[in-house]
């Protein structure tokens, strides 16, 4: 018997033909295992055929037209063979070891071979990859356990090893520490438009500041008149351990702590005042911190010299919060208590929606943001009206003093430090600023407000803040039922970033014209339109007062933005900026002796305090000259010193 099969995606067909010799003939490939009438049989890579496992048929390759076949010959009796016609298949092997080239018959058999190949190929590399990983897992953990074997046995097994380990580690975190202070600790960086170091004068517009730079660098005597209190630009600011030495921790401190805390509380009183907006009838809480010494004879609360016409007749330190702040954080009630140590009064103004006892809450849809300058411009005109007169603007024989009637410094921090600069540049460029306006300070201005500028986490932190402030208020912005407005309410609740809130809450922002009346309007085109509205930067140039403003190299919000918009400030000879290496945002957590660990309060408060100090000293100087000249007295003999217009309490 004869039987010929042919490979067909690995099957053969075979059929049987009698014949004297009997046996079969198969097409196959190389290395490959067939089955002809139940005789198994293999060809392998040299095309050599034999038969395995049988001693009753015998196997050879023929090459016919081109073609391998496989003959296999069985030695069998006649009545044994089946003339029958089956069906049989092909065992590939495994793992194909040997290339062979292929015959023109056999493309598509070795591109199949090719494939399994491959896979096979990838199948090993997974697992010598997969050997390789719980190797190197084994060695980690022998390492590791050797490490720790070691530490086990350096480590202290008594208590008073572990105590002396404790103070050795202690010791070098300090010594790290106090190096890292000593780094740190250098005078500020001051810009501005001075006069020359060799006695020249500078130009006229900047004579008072020459004078304030050099009351600010120089210091000044103390109450006895022997002892010297060093510049506060010219001495070293030393950060305070573990949190002045980082920005972070430094603006942590400022938010949380209080400064002083209770110490002189008892010469103090706060009062709190409700202000209704004429705009939009806006309500502003304003809050209020007033020396001993400034309310009235009887001493009652009802009687405290601050509301009343021309009632006031102190210096009044007006101060603006940063965003989502009110006036019971840290750093506000910190400069507040340094203002009236010094004898003025301090007032707090919580931007709309921000009473920090949550009990005024916002009468109108319309939230704070960091471009509207009609509320603080609504607060100075009333503050105004209680000044009292024959002070800051009227110069006769019959004032009480230079020093009464005000004047106004405006002291702004973050977005509120934005604002002041905002308004002070508006008022300037048109010529409305008010007379009682004796000059400001900014501590940590953006100058430049963009949502790309504030990155992960502080984005969504600021974020969450806006948020919070809007569920406050949510019961007044329920009341707009314009379907537009409370979508984009709905789109900022869901916002996770300030930036996609602004975008969203754009068209419904309160704003105002940048020139009088400085009109009230509603609404921005998007995000964009709103930043570059509300930037400072673009009004600093016009401010028309002395104008403090400081910043510190580690603040992680703003200095970028600030140091990319220096120059504008630097425009305006009334502007001057002082930069620092420490204090975070609005941290400058400074120590001194008796606060070597805690700190002592924010360099800061010290700095603006002094600042406004030497703004008044210089107005003081002014008027006295004009009363001399006024009088006729004479000018060749030096005046005596003037008298102190502040009172230490």
């Known amino acids: 018997m004869t039987d010929t099969a042919d490979i067909a995606a690995g099957e053969c067909n075979v059929t049987d033909e009698y014949d004297n010799g009997g046996g079969g003939t198969v097409d196959v490939m190389a290395d490959a295992d067939a089955t002809v009438d139940g005789i198994e049989a293999s060809v392998d890579l040299n095309d050599e055929a034999e ?40 065992k590939r092997p495994s793992l194909m070891t040997h290339t062979i080239k292929p015959r023109p018959s056999l493309q598509r058999s070795n591109s199949s071979s090719f494939n399994q190949s491959f896979r096979d190929l990838r199948q090993n590399l997974r ?40 103070l050795s ?28 170091r060799d006695g020249r004068k500078g130009s006229v517009m900047n004579d008072t500041m ?57 010469k103090v009183k706060r009062v709190r005042e409700v202000m209704t907006m004429g705009a939009d009838g806006a309500l502003i809480v304003l809050d209020w911190e007033i020396p001993v010494n400034a309310r009235s004879q009887d001493g009652s609360a009802e009687q405290y010299a601050i509301t009343k016409p021309h009632s006031i007749d102190k210096p009044v330190i007006l101060l603006l919060h940063g965003m989502n702040n009110d006036s019971s954080f840290g750093y506000i009630r910190s400069m507040m208590r340094t203002a009236t140590d010094r004898g003025w009064i301090a007032v707090c103004m919580n931007l709309r929606g921000q009473d920090g006892l949550k009990k005024v809450k916002n009468t109108t849809p319309r939230g704070y943001n960091a471009g509207y300058t009609g509320d603080l411009r609504g607060v100075i005109s009333q503050l105004e009206r209680r000044l009292k007169k024959g002070g800051h603007n009227t110069l006769n024989n019959n004032s009480d003093g230079p020093h ?117 309007r509603i609404g921005y085109k998007g995000g964009e339109e709103y930043w570059w509205d509300s930037s400072s930067h673009r009004y600093v140039a016009h401010v028309s007062v002395p104008l403090l403003k400081v910043t510190a190299e580690d603040d992680f919000l703003v ?84 008298p102190k217009i502040v009172s230490r309490l």
């Open 51 to 90: 038969v395995d496992g049988s001693d009753i048929a015998t196997a050879a390759v023929d090459d016919v037209d081109g073609r391998s076949s496989l003959r296999v010959n069985a030695i069998r009796e006649e009545e044994q063979k089946s003339p029958s016609i089956s069906r049989q298949s092909f």
């Open 127 to 166: 697992r010598q990859s997969s050997q390789s990983i719980r190797n190197l897992n084994r060695a980690i953990k022998r390492q590791s356990s050797s490490i720790v074997d070691g530490i086990n046995q350096t480590l202290p097994t008594t208590p008073t090893g572990w105590a002396l380990g404790t």
């Open 169 to 196: 580690v202690a010791s070098l975190l300090l010594q790290y520490e106090l190096h890292l202070q000593e780094e740190l600790s250098s005078p500020p960086i001051v810009f501005g438009q001075f006069a020359d």
């Open 210 to 266: 020459d004078r304030v730079y050099e009351k600010l660098s120089n210091g000044s005597s103390g109450g006895d008149g022997t002892t010297k209190k060093e510049g506060i630009f010219s001495r070293k600011i030393s950060p305070s351990l573990f949190i002045g030495t980082r920005g972070i921790m430094s603006s942590t401190a400022a938010y949380a702590l209080g400064g002083r805390g209770k110490d002189g509380i008892d």
């Open 404 to 520: 009464e009637g005000g004047p106004i410094f405006l002291l702004g921090y973050s977005l509120g430090a934005n604002i002041v600069t905002k308004y002070l540049g508006e008022e300037s460029l048109h010529g409305t600023l008010p007379t009682c306006i004796g000059g400001g300070a900014a501590l940590g201005n953006p100058l430049h407000i963009h949502s790309g500028t504030i990155h992960f986490p502080w984005n969504m932190v600021l974020a969450a803040g806006v948020k919070r402030s809007i569920l406050d208020n949510f019961f007044s912005f329920k009341q707009h039922h314009e379907p537009g407005f409370q979508r984009s309410m709905k789109k900022a609740l869901l916002s996770p970033t300030i930036g996609k809130l602004d975008d969203a809450c754009a068209p419904y922002i309160l704003r105002n014209e940048p020139s009088p009346p400085y009109t009230p």
């Open 559 to 642: 200095f970028g933005q600030f140091s990319r918009k220096l120059n504008h400030c630097l425009e305006n000879p009334n502007v001057v900026v002082v930069k620092t290496r420490c204090g975070g945002h609005l941290g400058w957590q400074e120590s001194k002796p008796r606060g070597m660990l805690t700190g002592s309060g924010s360099w800061s408060d010290e700095a603006v305090a002094d600042f406004i100090d030497a703004l008044l000293q210089v107005r003081l100087e002014d008027q006295w000259k004009r009363d001399a000249e006024r009088n006729n007295y004479s000018l060749k003999h030096p005046l005596s010193p003037a």
